[in-house]
């Protein structure tokens, strides 16, 4: 997969170098760049923003700077996804993130200030499919963190990066549940016990415990994924918990 991001702080992407995700590029799983939006504005300032229209606070990114960024962009290589975080947006999901892990080419237009003249969206949907999508219910200073932990989620998605791809299935919102409670040794620590089920050694208990936990779990912080699950998926034990 090829990733650019395009930011007025490509140091905020530092940590794309390190751990699963550096190491996904090192292997040449993910060509990941990072561009310097900056590039693209060519006064003696290299001024990226510029008062509202219609007056307020703050100001807003220039679409003359974004579009040339984009246009250069879908030179390089035409077609592939904008990712536009905003707290306007979409909320990001999983099953977003799935989506997203399908694509051959993604790119991340990290706002700051107000954020981007909205007309740079609409022009942009001539090169690339443009999706504005949300990291969650708050406001961020910058698109960065946003674009940080959508291409995390993605990353580990692609074949290769996380070493055991069953560890993926069986995690939280994969089927719609929360996961259940995880531990490590030792079985004893600080007079709190591990499970007894999953000290049992028997494969259809645990399973039954895990099952039963991430249902409880569930319901108990996010009722909303129990309300939208398809009855269908579930079993007569798991209606009783
Ligand atoms: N004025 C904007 C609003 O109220 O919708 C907020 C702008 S925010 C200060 C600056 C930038 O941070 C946004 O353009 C976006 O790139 C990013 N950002 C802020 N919150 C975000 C969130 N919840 N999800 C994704 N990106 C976010």
Same mark, same amino acid.
């Given at each position: 997969?090829?990733?650019?991001?395009?930011?007025?702080?490509?140091? +905020?992407?530092?940590?794309?170098?390190?751990?699963?995700?550096?190491?996904?590029?090192?292997?040449?799983?993910?060509?990941?760049?990072?561009?310097?939006?900056?590039?693209?504005?060519?006064?003696?300032?290299?001024?990226?923003?510029?008062?509202?229209?219609?007056?307020?606070?703050?100001?807003?990114?220039?679409?003359?700077?974004?579009?040339?960024?984009?246009?250069?962009?879908a030179?390089?290589r035409p077609g592939?996804?904008?990712?536009?975080?905003?707290?306007?947006?979409?909320?990001?999901?999983?099953?977003?993130?799935?989506? *997203?892990?399908?694509?051959?080419? *993604? *790119?991340?237009?990290?706002?700051?200030?107000?954020?981007?003249?909205?007309?740079?969206?609409?022009? #942009?949907?001539?090169h690339?499919?443009?999706?504005?999508?949300?990291?969650?219910? +708050?406001? *961020?200073?910058?698109?960065?963190?946003?674009?940080?932990?959508?291409?995390?989620?993605?990353?580990?998605?692609?074949?290769?990066?996380?070493?055991?791809?069953?560890?993926?299935?069986?995690?939280?919102? /994969?089927?719609?549940?929360?996961?259940?409670?995880?531990?490590?040794?030792?079985?004893?620590?600080?007079?709190?016990?591990?499970? /007894?089920?999953?000290?049992?050694?028997?494969?259809?208990?645990?399973?039954?415990?895990?099952?039963?936990?991430?249902?409880?779990?569930? #319901?108990?912080?996010?009722? !909303?994924?129990?309300?939208?699950? !398809?009855?269908?998926?579930?079993?007569?034990?798991?209606?009783?918990?």
């Amino acid at each position: 997969m090829r990733i650019d991001v395009f930011s007025i702080f490509p140091e +905020y992407l530092g940590p794309l170098d390190l751990s699963l995700i550096g190491k996904a590029r090192e292997a040449g799983l993910l060509d990941l760049r990072v561009h310097d939006l900056r590039d693209y504005a060519h006064d003696r300032h290299r001024t990226v923003d510029d008062t509202p229209y219609g007056g307020g606070a703050g100001m807003v990114m220039r679409p003359q700077v974004w579009g040339e960024a984009l246009d250069a962009a879908a030179a390089d290589r035409p077609g592939g996804v904008l990712v536009v975080p905003s707290p306007a947006g979409e909320p990001f999901t999983q099953a977003i993130a799935r989506d *997203l892990a399908a694509r051959d080419r *993604l *790119l991340f237009a990290c706002g700051r200030y107000e954020g981007i003249d909205q007309r740079v969206f609409a022009d #942009a949907g001539r090169h690339f499919e443009v999706r504005l999508l949300s990291l969650g219910d +708050y406001v *961020l200073n910058g698109g960065e963190v946003a674009a940080l932990a959508m291409i995390e989620a993605v990353g580990r998605l692609l074949p290769g990066v996380v070493g055991n791809p069953e560890s993926l299935a069986e995690e939280s919102h /994969e089927n719609g549940l929360l996961e259940a409670p995880v531990y490590t040794k030792p079985a004893e620590w600080r007079g709190l016990s591990v499970p /007894e089920e999953l000290l049992s050694g028997h494969h259809a208990r645990i399973a039954r415990y895990r099952r039963d936990e991430s249902l409880r779990r569930t #319901a108990e912080v996010r009722p !909303d994924l129990i309300a939208a699950l !398809d009855a269908r998926t579930l079993d007569a034990h798991d209606l009783q918990v």
